[in-house]
């Protein structure tokens, strides 16, 4: 739900008010929980990480369109307690937004990951290129003179109009990186943060599976075996 990232961004830039942008993000996060619980908009493109076909459950979502809609939704949401998972692209360095508007109700895990391996997926995906001219890349662009240039890219908008594709992916993921650095280091001691390395994840997934589990205070499911 880029919404999240989309107002998020706003209120950095101070675009939008602090009032307005919380009570977008509230109404937003309840309508698409409440679309969720009726099985309104489900992904079942294949390809897609956050595909219905890579959840161990789909009859759970599957199910809910044979439901009843309108108050009674709100009833269920009281007895189920769902969780609403939501899957960020690079929340954490504007994430204050989301940590006011939500407070305990909300848990940020943020995945850090080695930046060779971003810049190899990014060049793969031709990122240095697309980023302002693939009208299929939905990145926020600002305009600089006759250009326009992504919104990473401010402060060093000429530089990056002048690289070469994976120079301006490299200064990309360096400048990403780097600010959200900043906004870990400002948020020490927030219970409701956590970070974790991909490599962890991927070398020792039991270990980490277990921690996730204690750190959000539920079971793991059996299927996580697998």
């Known amino acids: 739900n880029e919404f999240i990232e989309y107002v998020s961004l706003a209120y950095k830039y101070q675009k939008i008010s ?12 309840d309508a698409e929980l409440y679309n ?4 309104r908009n489900i992904n079942s493109r294949s390809k897609d990480y956050t595909s219905i076909q890579k959840f161990h459950s789909q009859e759970k979502y599957i199910s809910r369109q044979s439901l009843l809609d309108g108050p009674i939704v709100a009833k269920r949401i009281k007895e189920e307690n769902p969780i609403y998972l939501n899957w960020c692209h690079d929340l954490i360095y504007k994430s204050e937004l989301v940590f006011e508007t939500f407070g305990d109700k909300l848990n940020l895990i943020y995945i850090n990951r080695n930046p060779i391996d971003i810049i190899y997926e990014w060049d793969k995906k031709n990122f240095g290129e697309r980023i302002s001219n693939d009208p299929t890349d939905l990145t926020y662009l600002v305009k600089y003179k006759s250009s326009v240039v992504p919104e990473v890219a401010i402060g060093w908008e000429k530089e990056y109009i002048e690289s070469k594709p994976l120079e301006r992916i490299i200064k990309m993921i360096y400048t990403s990186m780097k600010r959200n650095l900043e906004m870990i280091v400002k948020s020490q001691g927030n219970k409701n943060l956590l970070i974790i390395n991909f490599e962890d ?5 039991k270990n980490f ?9 539920l079971d793991t499911l059996p299927i996580m075996n697998n």
Do not use: C, H, R, W
């Open 18 to 29: 602090q009032d307005m942008a919380k009570s977008i993000l509230k109404t937003q996060m």
């Open 36 to 39: 969720t619980m009726i099985g």
């Open 201 to 205: 994840i991927v070398t020792n997934p």
């Open 209 to 217: 599976i277990k921690f996730i589990s204690n750190y959000l205070e």
